[in-house]
């Protein structure tokens, strides 16, 4: 019976909350969402920008990577996820990158990144960045 009554607020949750509806930001390039999960590194495009958020020495476990991604979800922050740099020709190999939006030009990247700035104080260090799929 609780099972039963727990299933039911569940699915009414996910159904009053906001981000329970949100595509996954790598379904789309160059689309905004509120998805508030991790892109999958196999749903992105072979080439795209994006705004590094910050950068999380890989000597650290990747879920303290995950752990950052998920503060700035907490702020509000939009399409954050963490890139790993064995498979980006283009990151540096000794850190995770936690990054926000995937677009086609580097044009939507810097507006997006401009708009971090004006909205989080804590992201003036927030920096564009072109990654190629090495994979």
């Keep these: 019976m609780f099972a039963v009554v727990g299933l039911i607020v569940g699915i009414l949750a996910g159904l009053f909350n906001p981000a329970g509806s949100r595509q996954d930001p790598g379904q789309g390039i160059s689309q905004r969402t509120d ?8 749903a992105l495009p072979e080439r795209f920008y994006t705004v590094v958020l910050a950068s999380v020495p890989r000597s650290r476990d990747r879920s303290e990577a995950e752990a950052r991604a998920e503060e700035f979800r907490g702020e509000g922050i939009q399409e954050v996820g963490v890139l790993d740099p064995e498979r980006y020709a283009s990151l540096d190999n000794g850190f995770w990158a936690v990054y926000s939006g995937v677009f086609e030009t580097q044009g939507e990247a810097t507006e997006h990144r401009n708009e971090l700035r004006a909205s989080y104080r804590n992201l003036a260090n927030a920096y564009l960045k072109t990654v190629n799929n090495d994979s």
Excluded: L
């Excluded at 998805?35 to 196999?42: H, Y």
């Design 35 to 42: 998805a508030p999960s991790t892109t999958r590194s196999d």
